[in-house]
Nanobody
Framework: HVQLVESGGASVQRGGSLRLSCVAS????????MAWFRQAPGKEREGVAA???????RYANPVKGRFTISKDNTKNTLYLQMNSLKPEDTAMYYC????????????????WGQGTQVTVS
């Protein structure tokens, strides 16, 4: 049984910062690539940032320079530091994991959390 639980979403003003967390359990955390996706109402879920097992990161163009993905293997926790937030960042943010994933393609990920809402005004 694999479980991913996100937290940290909130309503913030334009230019503000948030740090999202995703606690993973039920699988070999260190062997999986992990990522953050987001989905706004009426839009398709899109990749935001990914982190390979070797530490390689990948970011979608709209968040480059503003968001940072990281993880703490001792706590089985994935993070997304979000700075200089814009209204366009408003979405439900989802944590995802996949044993073979390396990109921001949604089909590469096998496990998903329930999401945490980020609203920027």
């Amino acid at each position: 049984h694999v479980q991913l639980v996100e937290s940290g979403g909130a309503s913030v003003q334009r230019g503000g910062s948030l740090r999202l967390s995703c606690v993973a359990s039920g699988y070999a955390f260190n062997d999986h690539c992990m990522a953050w996706f987001r989905q706004a109402p009426g839009k398709e879920r899109e990749g935001v940032a990914a982190l390979d097992g070797d530490g390689t990161t990948r970011y979608a163009n709209p968040v480059k320079g503003r968001f940072t993905i990281s993880k703490d293997n001792t706590k089985n926790t994935l993070y997304l530091q979000m700075n200089s937030l814009k209204p366009e960042d408003t979405a439900m943010y989802y944590c995802a994991a996949g044993p073979f994933a390396r990109t921001l393609a949604r089909y590469e990920y096998s496990y998903w959390g329930q999401g945490t809402q980020v609203t920027v005004s």
